[in-house]
């Protein structure tokens, strides 16, 4: 075993976190865990693994679940092709009796990469394999000094089998936790502890002074703007609603009168007349997703009649809309929505 491995081990034993997800050996429940934690912080995905493990407490529970509930359920934790994935993976599971037990098998589940099954793999089954993620990047390149960029197909490569190299077999459970326990709360983004760093005396980045240039990463994304403008119509104790498409963002999600483009009228989808009836609640929301920002305009419609809508919209009671998963953007409409009660 490297002496880098006995480290982070020997620091693991001191430092690690007490997370839920460790105590048990299912693998139900530590894949749950590691899909809610993609893009996620430990802190905040904590409440929804209880959450999710209180009211589907096995896979087949979980299989059983309506998409709506599950997206309801998941409401908040945002890139909710994770919480589609989930649902159809946990039937995946169902359909083949079980749990995959190999690295190659659990990569066949939906929504799970090479990654979520290295993790899976050895936290439930003991597999010898090495994870690699944000945190696992960033400890190896500052130690070892790598300048590769993480988000290549070379670095992707020289990463992987740098962890894999550096896995002790038989403690691949308890080093994957470690090196990622490490990056999450020692080696930090941003001012990581090097005082009381245990591998200081053997890490390039600090003998270099390279610190805050690893890891390195290539700038590739490009970033769109979209406008929306939503109508929040209340008719009598009524709202009206529409579930958003596939092939787009907020897939499966719900939301009110949506019109999208700056130069479009927030009422061209209804009859003219109601016009005299909008107000404004809040303009140019800005709203930052991963590959585009959102502008959005939020406006209030309040009528004794029911309009016609356009296709694919219906009426519920507003009192329901708590019952329907809705994206963050439309929690803050219907904050302010409640604002004008």
Known sequence: MSGFALTLLKWFREHGRDL????????????????????????????????????????ADLAAATEDEVLREWQGLGYYSRARNLHAAAKQVLARGGFPTTIEGLRQLKGVGDYTAAAIGSFAFGLPAAVVDGNVYRVLARHYGIATPINTTEGKHEFTALAQSLLPEAEASAYNQAIMDFGATQCTPQSPDCDACPLQETCAAFREGRICELPVKRRTLKVKERRLTYVYIRCQGMTAIHR????????????????????????????????????PLKKNVKHVLTHRIIYADFYLLETDERPALPAGYFWIPEAALG????????EILLEEVRGER
Not at 36 to 42: A, E, G, M, N, S
Not at 267 to 275: I, K, V, W
Not at 323 to 330: F, G, H, K, S, T
């Open 244 to 279: 958003r498409p596939a092939g787009d963002i907020w897939q499966g999600l719900y939301e009110p009168l949506c019109v999208e483009g700056s130069n479009l009228s927030p009422l061209s989808s209804l009859p003219s007349p109601l016009s005299s009836l909008l107000s």
């Open 20 to 59: 839920p997800w460790r105590q048990t050996r299912d693998p139900y429940a530590i894949w749950l865990s590691e899909i809610i934690l993609q893009q996620t912080q430990v802190k905040q995905g904590w409440d929804y693994w209880l959450r999710f493990m209180r009211r589907w407490p096995t896979v």
């Open 323 to 330: 019952d329907y998963a809705v994206p963050r953007l439309i």
